[in-house]
């Protein structure tokens, strides 16, 4: 959370929204907004934890995809799920890992190449058959 408030106070999530809308400027807004998840899903790198990625990350991108012209409940859904499905990056992605990488059964290495191929496979099913199907049920 100080990890958040920081970036928050120092103005470096409005910074990264601006150049992020900058960069997808001319773009259809679902261009926009698959792009904005994949850059929202693998930033969670830096981030210590899901409760901080949120906090600072989740309102600009949700802004910046609803300015490029994404349907605000579509891009609110996306962020929403990968800020939970980003949490198999990394060994202290989130509360619990920690936990499972200190009992020994996984390497870091292992760990990381896991964590990567199965964000490729998240990206693949949310945002292929995810969105034909959110499309189907008229959520954009």
């Known amino acids: 959370m100080s990890l958040a408030t920081a970036l928050n106070q120092s103005l470096v999530t ?33 981030f210590a934890g899901q409760t ?49 990488y200190g009992s020994g059964y996984i390497d870091l290495r292992t760990w990381w190449r896991a964590g990567f191929l199965l964000s490729v496979l998240h990206l693949i099913v949310w945002l292929g058959a995810g969105l034909v199907w959110w499309r189907f049920l008229g959520i954009w």
């Open 14 to 46: 409005k910074w990264v929204a601006t150049i992020a809308a900058g960069s997808l400027a001319g773009s259809s807004a679902l261009a926009a907004l698959v792009a904005l998840v994949v850059v929202y899903t693998y930033v969670h790198y830096a």
């Open 52 to 100: 901080a990625h949120v906090v600072a990350l989740y309102a600009p991108f949700l802004t910046v995809a609803v300015a490029a012209g994404a349907p605000p409940l579509l891009a609110a859904l996306l962020f929403g799920f990968f800020s939970n499905l980003n949490s198999t990056l990394t060994h202290y992605s989130d509360g619990a890992a920690p936990i499972y």
